[in-house]
């Protein structure tokens, strides 16, 4: 089979690899859709290493058909259309037992220990089956728009983990990308909220504004400060999600969240990543800083259920698609930025 193999920095190659088998308890998925994700692009640049092998197929944001179903799943058959939550859960930790899987103490995870999606086919291992890992699709939904399940889901884990975002309140992101635009489609969904998004790519912006935003900010043009007092009546933004991994940020966002105001750093930053924090900022102001890992397996089939009702417009951050055969123009145009997701399409049709 084709695929696209990571064999260290800045060193992926399409070529042809053994077929995937399978053992009893698993699956065989023809791949229809592999979206690239921003710490796909960061392990190709050497830039994040855990859980990463080399050689590996990279590619944790998928869909497709089942190819073959392995010996002990009668529930399962070949044809159907399905999506993977790539995070496989040890199911006996600590951090599972309170329903934290994304935080599970030996989790492994489909595109870093296991062969991901940059492929036409991919093997899941019974561990991710017998977890209810694998997630059938609605019969009208493309296997592109489900592919976006894993990232919408960690969006979903992020703004849970900073409080949610409540009605009315005003929301502010950093960054536009298909992470940031994700987070405001989400937001937006909340009644009577009002989104600011700073961002320093024009046309980044006016996806933004067709996305939904209420306002829009250059940080190379204005003062990001004066924008947000002047959209909260000099209070600050009741939420704020940096969706740039820039450590520097971290404490800029202070002055422009309200006093117990909450900000989540959702980003990946590199290794090492240090941030000086004003701490009386936070100690007198009240405002708590979360993080955000992956998500768990309700976040996972709540992203599939909002993109499934239209909930969450997945046409709109769906802006460019190649064929595998393709893989090095589509890390391109990912890289550029010039559009939201990229999405890799085995045997590409428009429709899937």
């Known amino acids: 089979m084709l695929a696209a193999v990571f064999e260290g920095i800045e060193n992926i190659n399409l070529r042809e690899v053994p077929m995937p088998a399978i053992g009893a308890g698993e699956l065989l998925l023809r791949v229809r859709a592999a ?28 869909a497709g058909q089942i190819a073959a179903v392995g010996a002990g799943l009668p529930a399962w058959r070949a044809g159907e259309s399905v ?26 995870a489909l595109g870093y ?14 561990p991710a089956v017998s977890a209810g890992n694998v997630l059938r699709l609605p019969p009208d939904l493309s296997c592109a728009a489900a592919a976006l399940s894993e990232p919408l889901s960690c969006c979903i884990n992020g703004q ?40 320093a790519l024009a046309q980044r912006r006016r996806m933004a ?15 990001i400060y ?30 422009l969240a309200r006093k117990n105001g909450a900000i989540n750093l959702f980003a990946g930053f590199s290794a090492g990543s240090m941030a000086r924090l004003d701490i009386n900022e936070i100690h007198y102001r009240q405002i708590r800083i979360s993080g955000a890992s992956a998500s768990t397996p309700p ?19 769906l802006t460019e698609r190649f064929p595998l055969q393709q893989f090095q123009d589509a890390l391109d145009c ?19």
């Open 35 to 62: 979206t690239i994700c921003g710490t796909d692009l960061k392990i190709i640049a050497g830039k994040k290493t855990r859980g990463v092998r080399i050689p590996s197929i990279l590619g944790h944001e998928i």
């Open 83 to 108: 999506t993977v939550a790539p995070v496989i859960a040890c199911g006996e930790c600590y951090y599972c037992g309170r329903d934290l899987e994304n935080l599970c103490a030996g989790r492994k």
């Open 113 to 126: 220990e296991y062969d991901g999606g940059f492929a036409e086919f991919i093997r899941v291992p019974a």
């Open 160 to 199: 849970h983990n900073m409080g949610g975002i409540n009605p009315g309140e005003t929301v502010l992101i950093i960054g536009a990308g298909p992470i940031g635009t994700m987070h405001l489609q989400l937001a937006k969904a909340v009644p009577q909220t009002r989104v600011i998004v700073s961002e």
């Open 209 to 223: 504004l067709a996305n939904g935003a209420d306002c829009v900010h250059d940080p190379d043009d204005a003062d």
């Open 226 to 255: 004066q924008r947000v007092m002047d959209e909260t009546s000099g209070i600050g933004a009741d939420k704020i999600i940096l969706a740039v991994g820039i450590a520097d940020l971290v404490n800029d966002l202070l002055p």
């Open 299 to 317: 976040q996972f089939k709540r992203a599939l259920d909002m993109i499934a009702t239209g909930a969450i417009d997945a046409g709109a951050l």
């Open 334 to 352: 990912a890289r550029a930025g010039s559009g939201l997701k990229v999405a890799v399409m085995p045997e590409w049709q428009e429709s899937a």
